[in-house]
């Protein structure tokens, strides 16, 4: 399985971005997928993460109301729609993916056996 990140760029506060994470391997259906973003010297933090059915979602605090995480099995893509951007959110972005096991705890790294490239977004003020 790989993960191919993408869709960063430099947004002015309040505006919107989405990123893509594109994943290969047959059995994409089965991944729970997160999002986590780290900025620069500060630990890499989870933002968003969306099981295999679809039909849960989980969000940070911070971004909630603001981030939406969604997933097309077809096209073996999940995304993250991110809107009212404000400069906190200036960070590399990851996806990740749990390709395996019964139990997943979204809010950790440590449960993500892939991991994508990062994208850069910068907020500006």
């Known amino acids: 399985v790989q993960l191919q990140a993408f869709g960063g760029g430099l947004v002015q506060a309040g505006g919107s971005l989405r990123l893509s994470c594109a994943a290969s391997?047959?059995?994409?259906?089965?991944?729970?997928m997160g999002w986590f973003r780290q900025a620069p010297g500060k630990e890499r933090e989870f933002v968003a993460a969306?099981?295999?059915?679809?039909?849960?979602?989980f969000y940070a605090d911070s971004v909630k109301g603001r981030f939406t995480v969604s997933g097309d099995n077809a096209n073996n893509t999940v995304y993250l729609q991110m809107n009212s951007l404000e400069p906190e959110d200036t960070a590399t972005y990851y996806c990740?993916?749990?390709?395996?096991?019964?139990?997943?705890?979204?809010?950790?790294?440590?449960?993500?056996?892939?991991w994508g490239q990062g994208t850069q977004v910068t907020v500006s003020s």
């Open positions: 969306i099981a295999s059915s679809g039909l849960n979602t």
């Open positions: 391997g047959r059995t994409f259906s089965t991944y729970n």
């Open positions: 990740a993916a749990r390709t395996s096991g019964m139990y997943w705890v979204p809010y950790y790294g440590a449960e993500y056996d892939v």
